[in-house]
């Protein structure tokens, strides 16, 4: 699935950004809120904005917002994700104080990071912020389902039992709704399998 995400790089030639991500980012090696789910969220994002607009590429802000929403996460150590947010909007303008190309749209990605804030308190009043939330949600749907249920218990749930925190992880995805046709057709069918999957887990570890 790698081809996946070194496509999306090549075809809106994001190598300049995303090497200084990777470069500067803090949080680059968080078990769950690492590079790795900056780069599928990108992915995702420009997968479903093309569905829903029969075709249309993604505006680029949309595509930065991707990469940056989730810039120096605390990994948990804070609990309101407000603050998170705005480490990732400090990261962003970071980036635009080094690359003189970007201060055009500053304004618009950061609209969109803010509505990345989980969780989510509202129906999203737009096709591209439905796409950003849509696609931050299929990484747990992904083959790496494991290691994001690992990931995501590391940074956020240290102090549960696995046990409980397999419960936890199984309530979450089934309140999971996608908002676009992407989410609803593609994703939804990778949560169900995702679920399943999981499901299977909880019995053969923890219900014997």
């Not at 790089?9 to 300049?16: A, D, P, R, W």
Request: net charge negative.
């Amino acid at each position: 699935m790698i081809q996946a995400i070194l496509k999306t790089i090549e075809k809106y030639n994001l190598g300049n950004m995303v090497r200084w991500i990777l470069m500067n980012n803090p949080s680059q090696a968080l078990p769950y809120h690492n590079f790795n789910h900056s780069l599928w969220v990108a992915h995702y994002v420009d997968d479903a904005y093309l569905l829903e607009t029969n075709g249309e590429a993604p505006p680029r802000e949309l595509i930065t917002a991707a990469l940056f929403h989730d810039f120096d996460h605390s990994g948990g150590f804070f609990t309101d994700d407000s603050k998170n947010i705005e480490r990732a909007i400090a990261g962003f303008g970071r980036w635009c104080a080094e690359n003189s190309d970007s201060g055009d749209y500053y304004t618009a990605v950061v609209d969109l990071i803010r509505w990345t804030q989980y969780p989510f308190q509202e129906k999203s009043p737009s096709v591209e912020i439905a796409c950003l939330r849509d696609a931050d949600m299929m990484q747990n749907c992904n083959d790496t389902l494991l290691a994001n249920f690992v990931g995501i218990k590391q940074e956020l749930f240290k102090y549960d039992s696995y046990e409980n925190y397999t419960e936890k992880s199984l309530t979450f995805l089934h309140g999971i709704c996608y908002e676009t046709e992407y989410g609803q057709t593609f994703g939804a069918k990778k949560l169900c399998r995702a679920i399943s999957e999981l499901e299977k887990f909880q019995r053969l570890v923890f219900l014997r």
